[in-house]
């Protein structure tokens, strides 16, 4: 029944879907589509055109399968274009594509010093507990630094072979305890405070020991402050600043402001008490003394020894910062290689 | 203090090994230090606290193993032969100063045979890291050791007129000491002396020519009590430590100077022969009272926390030898005279917390009251930290000792606090300002290899009279250092500059820069200063020469406690609703004429729609004379108000030409 006319039209549709194979990109593409579509030549254009010339009977038919096929072209057509024009947006990406793995453009930053970092841990731990911050001169009245803890002037710890002495009666401090006895002239109990800050000591510079360093200090006296607290507190700031898997251990010890005095040992950072080189096999580092604060130190301050009792502990804060960071030369906290400070 | 675990044994039954031993003592204050095998024995290092002398001997530490686990202590037990010839009748002995030397107890054993030790005793002795020297010698160390009372042997021949006499010393007396050292003396001195001249340090070392010799016949003992801060002076001032001196200047026991002459003299019958004279010389002005302590039951629990059986308690004090009485409000005991570091109640709290055993007492939190805060100021330094932090600064921290004539060469004026024992001569003062350590750490760090630092350091600074912090600032090298993406930025002024304004920026501090007061030690065109509250600029060439630097070095110094205080509140600006409009101009200026000066002419316009001025190229030379530069300037304005017409921003353009036109002899580019 297919006449002639629709003969041809199917011919420029198989025609059409021939070429549609060899379409490669939008030039291509717009090229395709002007030879079948474009107004003036396109192939099915003029064979539209021609309608007015098929018989009246199948001008009908004539025209449902050119709108058929004219469809099925614009289609292909449409999806032709999105898929070229993908592809050409997609290349333009490509020649756009950069080697991500060089390095990234670093802003410097700078690092507070170790020393600085553990300070400011330390003191945010005890402000967590309600602990106020103090300090005082490091070129100290031997009053402060050793007469009123309990130091006579008999006592060896005051030997100028350990000790920096300015005058007869100023030295630089060996500890930070004289801000202890400093803030309890200003004040009645309660006294919650903590002391950090740097000391003196003539001792001659080697991994363990520098002629300066720092200490932190903490000093407690209120109404029912006993032993246990100690024991708690301290418990607690090593958990803090170790990490809550360390323990804390006191053994009976001497000074000269405390007693009962106790030297504090952590659980070894680095064996977990399995017994190391840095523990000595004994899965104990020693950190800290400590103590119940002896009630004669009351007299030099006007507390009421009956009804005040406290404590006091004090550590290095090199020692804790060299503890937490395995670093085994304390005299690297002053040469300030930037190879060091850069690692913390 | 070094002890022999078969030595221990024979004063106390001990049911474990000695490590064991060793870490069961740690835990009531006698810290191990080593436990090391010496051949059929064992040797304890234990470490004995100052207060402690009376554990610096066997039988301290077997009384205090006793406490542990509750065996009973044995003294030594010996016996004494004497013959009936009298001591008294052939020596004297006589105390001047009571204060120095509370008693000296004296034996005389004549005819003793001078030579080796037995292999038990030296082995013993050696055990412990002393040196066998002959049989007299070594029993007054192994006495010592034993019971913790140091003696001394004097060849009796050699003591002038066979007297002693306990004495200070005379101006300028000499005395020639075991060790061959002629040693000056002085009336601080307490010597024991013949009937002419010292012949002994008391309590220190002995002479030499009392020595006891291999050809020795006759031997006076000596076993004394001295004034322990007597024997501490004297051994400071003479720089000697022995291990008499050393349990000397911590405090003997008073009542053991005869029980120890008593048991060397027997031992010396032993190994080394001899005749004892009858009776024990014994001068002893004042008998102490011993003291007694009272204890109240409820300062227990107050001090540890928790109370402890009364049971408990009485048993501590019996096996520490203190003869408790128990009273209804809690105990009274006696110190024995070795425990001299027993004085008050909370002494014997401490013995009770000790033998108790401090794992006994709970851990609690204190009661909580008040609440905790930073030293004032200190969260505005925690800023300062992180904003230099932000621009790359490292911090660094360096001794507060320095050097006075580095010092001096940069803060002169200032008179330094200065150390009367210095450990060396590169660090007899206190630093007077932070320079020094600054350019010794950038050339430390220089030296090995860096190249670009940026470094501050925030520290004390001390003076005659007192102390302050304050800030350095110090750079070097390449603020950007060359990469795969872009060429290097160096530090340079303006970097430095530009840290600065960001700093005082920070805390709403505005930046109104001088050029007066150039300290000798900058460069005098490339610095700059913002009152006293900061100095900044290039290192003088000559001043960075003797660190051998070779790049620009920059310092800024900052007052950081004036930072601290100028520092004000701001509240909030307004954000603009109206867009602002910049307009760019090229103008000529004559050469020298400062930007400063060219923004404060705009300022002088008089236009409050200006809201920014920036300079955004320079060029020093180009199609114009030479006696001109060229600035180019970016102007914004904005209003509050309203957007701005085109009219009314050519009018302000026209305007701020004309002014710099007028006032500086601008010309403006085409």
Request: with cysteine; glycine share 6%; net charge neutral.
């Amino acid at each position: 029944m297919s006449s002639e006319w629709i003969g041809q039209l199917r011919s420029i549709e198989q025609q059409f879907d021939r070429e549609r194979e060899s379409v490669a990109d939008l030039r291509s593409l717009e090229e395709f589509k002007n030879r079948y579509l474009s107004r003036k030549s396109g192939l099915l254009t003029l064979q539209l055109q021609n309608v007015r010339q098929v018989p009246a009977a199948e001008r009908a038919e004539f025209g449902r399968v050119a709108n058929e096929i004219k469809a099925k072209a614009e289609s292909v057509l449409e999806a032709l274009q999105q898929k070229f024009a993908h592809a050409q947006a997609d290349a333009a990406l490509e020649r756009e594509r950069l080697d991500v793995t060089l390095p990234g453009i670093q802003r410097r930053i700078g690092h507070r010093h170790p020393l600085t970092q553990a300070r400011q841990a330390i003191e945010d731990i005890f402000i967590s507990m309600g602990y106020t911050v103090e300090d005082g001169p490091e070129v100290e009245k031997t009053y402060y630094n050793f007469e009123a803890l309990n130091i006579p002037a008999s006592h060896p710890a005051r030997d100028a072979k350990d000790t920096f002495y300015i005058a007869d009666d100023v030295v630089l401090r060996t500890h930070t305890s004289p801000v202890q006895v400093r803030t309890m002239e200003k004040m009645q109990p309660p006294v919650k405070i903590i002391c950090p800050g740097r000391v003196y000591r003539r001792d001659a510079a080697d991994a363990t020991h520098t002629p300066m360093f720092h200490q932190f200090e903490c000093l407690l006296v209120d109404e029912g402050i006993t032993f246990s607290d100690l024991k708690g507190t301290l418990e607690r700031f090593h958990k803090q600043f170790f990490g809550e898997k360390t323990e804390t251990r006191l053994r009976p010890s001497h000074f000269q402001f405390t007693e009962p005095s106790a030297e504090v040992d952590v659980s070894c950072p680095f064996c977990n008490r399995r017994g190391c080189r840095v523990c000595k096999q004994s899965g104990w580092i020693e950190v800290m003394g400590s103590g119940v604060v002896n009630p004669r130190l009351y007299g030099f301050v006007n507390y009421d020894a009956n009804r005040y009792t406290g404590f006091a502990f004090g550590g290095g804060i090199e020692r804790y910062h060299a503890l937490k960071y395995n670093v085994n030369d304390i005299q690297l906290y002053y040469q300030n290689d930037i190879r060091f400070l850069e690692q913390f | 203090m070094k002890i022999s675990y078969n030595w221990l044994k024979e004063f106390i039954d001990i049911p474990v090994d000695a490590r064991t031993l060793g870490q069961r003592v740690t835990h009531v204050g006698l810290a191990l230090e080593s436990c090391v095998e010496f051949g059929d024995d064992w040797v304890l290092d234990l470490d004995v606290t100052t207060n402690r002398p009376d554990c610096l001997s066997h039988l301290g530490i077997a009384r205090e193993v006793g406490a542990i686990y509750g065996t009973v202590l044995r003294r030594p037990q010996f016996k004494v032969t004497e013959v009936s010839q009298r001591a008294a009748d052939v020596a004297s002995i006589t105390i001047d100063d009571a204060d120095l030397c509370g008693r000296y107890c004296g034996r005389y054993i004549a005819r003793v045979k001078i030579g080796p030790s037995p292999e038990w005793l030296s082995k013993r002795l050696e055990s412990l890291g002393v040196r066998s020297i002959n049989n007299v010698a070594d029993i007054t160390n192994y006495v010592m050791m034993e019971l913790g009372h140091p003696m001394h042997a004097f060849d009796a021949d050699k003591l002038g007129g066979r007297q002693i006499i306990v004495r200070r010393a005379e101006v300028d007396e000499r005395l020639t000491t075991l060790d061959g050292v002629e040693r000056r003396l002085d009336p601080s001195i307490l010597v024991i002396a013949d009937a002419k001249k010292p012949v002994a340090l008391a309590g220190i070392m002995g002479g030499g020519e009392t020595e006891i010799v291999p050809s020795t016949t006759n031997v006076l003992l000596e076993s004394a009590w001295f004034n322990p801060l007597s024997i501490r002076k004297t051994a400071r001032t003479l720089g000697m430590t022995t291990e008499a001196s050393y349990r000397f200047e911590r405090g003997t026991d008073i009542e053991m100077a005869s029980f120890a002459c008593d048991r060397a003299a027997a031992m010396i019958q032993e190994l080394a022969g001899g005749q004892l004279l009858k009776g024990t010389i014994d001068i002893f002005p004042r008998k102490p009272e011993r003291a007694r302590i009272t204890l109240r039951r409820e300062r227990i629990e107050r001090v540890l926390g928790v109370p402890v059986d009364d049971a408990i308690v009485s048993r501590i004090f019996e096996r520490l030898e203190l003869q408790p009485a128990q009273t209804a409000q809690g105990w009274t005991v006696e110190v024995p005279a070795f425990r001299v570091d027993l004085a008050g109640e909370q002494d014997l709290i401490e013995e009770i917390a000790r033998h108790h055993g401090l794992d006994k007492f709970p851990s609690t939190m204190p009661p909580s009251r008040g609440f905790g805060s930073l030293l004032p100021g200190e969260r505005r330094v925690r800023q300062v930290r992180d904003t230099l932090s932000a621009a790359g600064y490292n911090e660094i921290c360096t001794y507060s000792f320095s050097n006075e004539q580095m010092e001096r060469r940069f803060y002169a004026d200032i008179e330094p606090v200065r150390l009367r024992n210095p450990m060396t001569e590169e660090a007899t003062i206190l630093r007077t300002s932070l320079i020094p350590g600054m350019l010794t750490t950038l050339q430390w760090n220089l030296n090995r290899g860096a190249r670009n630092l940026q470094m501050y350091e925030l520290s004390k600074v001390y003076w005659d009279g007192g102390e302050r912090r304050t800030l350095i600032l110090g750079a070097c090298g390449n603020l950007r250092p060359a990469s795969v993406h872009e060429p290097p930025r160096e530090f340079d002024f303006f970097a430095l500059k530009g840290d600065v304004e960001d700093l005082l920026q920070r805390f709403d501090i505005p930046v109104r820069l001088t050029t007066d007061n150039i300290p000798n030690y900058y460069h005098p065109g490339r610095f700059a200063r913002v009152g006293h509250l900061a100095m900044f600029g290039e290192l003088h060439p000559s001043y960075a020469e003797p660190f051998k630097f070779r790049q620009r070095v920059y310092l800024a110094e900052i007052d950081i406690e004036l930072l601290l205080r100028s520092s004000t509140s701001h509240q909030l600006e307004q954000i603009p609703r109206y867009p602002g409009v910049r307009r760019d101009f090229s103008l000529l200026f004559e050469r020298g004429t400062q930007y400063a000066t060219v923004h404060r002419t705009i300022g002088e316009a008089g236009i409050p729609e200006v809201v920014r001025v920036e300079p955004f190229d320079r060029m020093e030379s180009g199609p114009f004379p030479d006696t001109k530069y060229s600035l180019s300037i970016s102007v914004v304005y904005q209003s509050a108000e309203r957007t701005l017409t085109d009219v009314e921003v050519e009018g302000f353009d026209k305007k701020i030409i004309q002014r710099l036109e007028e006032r500086l002899g601008a010309q403006l580019r085409k």
